[in-house]
């Protein structure tokens, strides 16, 4: 909860709050459903976390004197910050996290009611480092810390450069 209670701390556009989180923890009733929307590669490592999340956002939101609902333009951006906080706190705490976006989307949204008016982002999975090599061969290579592209890739002074 406490990992929770830190992304609930994250800004957010008109202070909406549009982010919801679905979780299970290994062993409870919904445990199983969740693991197995995952994409099978996923199912092998993050069926021993000890947690899996479920980020989601309602999609809708009431600006200050509107007549009725419309769809939140920064949702998911406001997810995204949200998630980054409870990233931050979980590493903080000791937890590793770890994203995912190789779930099936029909499954997920079918194990958590999802409401039609919500989106699903991401599943993350929380626990401690396992042993490298209890996993299969083909995961093993992945388990170091992946490269970033150089700053002056992602990063540009007034524009986009020229496309060539």
Same mark, same amino acid.
């Given at each position: 909860?406490?990992?929770?209670?830190?992304? !609930?701390?994250?800004?957010?556009?008109?202070?909406?709050?549009?982010? %919801?989180?679905?979780?299970?923890?290994?062993?409870?009733?919904?445990?199983? %459903?969740?693991?197995?929307? &995952? =994409?099978?590669?996923?199912?092998?490592?993050?069926?021993?976390?000890? *947690?899996?999340?479920?980020?989601?956002?309602?999609? #809708?939101?009431?600006?200050?004197?509107?007549?009725?609902?419309?769809?939140?333009?920064?949702?998911?951006?406001?997810?995204?910050? *949200?998630?980054?906080? #409870?990233? #931050?706190?979980?590493?903080?705490?000791? =937890?590793?996290?770890? *994203?995912?976006?190789?779930?099936?989307?029909?499954?997920?949204? *079918?194990?958590?009611?999802?409401?039609?008016?919500?989106? $699903?982002?991401?599943?993350?999975?929380?626990?401690? %480092?396992?042993?490298?090599?209890? #996993?299969?061969?083909? &995961?093993?290579?992945?388990?170091?810390?992946? &490269? !970033? %592209?150089? $700053?002056?890739?992602?990063?540009?002074?007034?524009?986009?450069?020229?496309?060539?």
């Amino acid at each position: 909860m406490g990992l929770l209670e830190a992304a !609930r701390w994250a800004p957010s556009g008109l202070n909406v709050q549009p982010w %919801r989180f679905v979780y299970a923890l290994r062993g409870d009733d919904h445990w199983a %459903r969740l693991v197995a929307s &995952l =994409w099978p590669g996923n199912q092998v490592w993050a069926s021993n976390a000890a *947690a899996l999340v479920a980020i989601t956002t309602h999609t #809708l939101f009431t600006p200050p004197g509107a007549p009725a609902p419309m769809v939140n333009p920064s949702h998911a951006f406001d997810a995204g910050s *949200a998630w980054a906080h #409870l990233a #931050l706190q979980a590493t903080m705490s000791g =937890w590793n996290v770890h *994203a995912m976006g190789g779930f099936d989307a029909a499954a997920a949204a *079918a194990a958590i009611h999802l409401p039609s008016d919500h989106a $699903l982002h991401a599943i993350v999975a929380i626990g401690k %480092r396992g042993d490298a090599q209890q #996993l299969p061969e083909a &995961l093993q290579a992945r388990e170091t810390p992946s &490269l !970033r %592209r150089p $700053l002056a890739e992602s990063v540009f002074h007034g524009a986009y450069p020229a496309v060539a």
